[in-house]
Nanobody
Framework: QVQLAESGGGWVQPGGSLRISCVASGRSISSLTMGWFRQSPGKEREFVAA???????FYTDSSKGRFIISRDNAKNTVNLQMNGLEPEDSAVYYCAAAPSSAIASALRSTHTYDAWGQGTQVTVSS
């Protein structure tokens, strides 16, 4: 079972950028699909982005063009570069891992992922 640990969250002003990272242990991520989700108070956890092991990235309409997911299989790490941040992006961001066999249409569902990190808080405000 893979263990995931996020880092890099914090406070940033609207329009700013932040990069959050997720380090995996216990198993190589090279055979996994990796994703980022976020959850703000009173809302359900929602999909942000995902990256399959041989390329292929997926975003929402909100994250596409502003966020970039990348993975470094050698370092067992997946990153999320977030640009043009808005107050609506404030949330706890979670890293998650899914089997490589997960189909694209299922990547937006939390049920597809079977390992989760503890989350890192991102706050966007002036």
């Amino acid at each position: 079972q893979v263990q995931l640990a996020e880092s890099g969250g914090g406070w940033v002003q609207p329009g700013g950028s932040l990069r959050i990272s997720c380090v995996a242990s216990g198993r190589s991520i090279s055979s996994l699909t990796m994703g980022w989700f976020r959850q703000s108070p009173g809302k359900e956890r929602e999909f942000v982005a995902a990256a399959r092991r041989f390329g292929g990235t997926f975003y929402t309409d909100s994250s596409k063009g502003r966020f970039i997911i990348s993975r470094d299989n050698a370092k067992n790490t997946v990153n999320l570069q977030m640009n043009g941040l808005e107050p609506e992006d404030s949330a706890v961001y979670y890293c998650a891992a899914a089997p490589s066999s997960a189909i694209a249409s299922a990547l937006r569902s939390t049920h597809t992922y079977d390992a989760w990190g503890q989350g890192t808080q991102v706050t966007v405000s002036s």
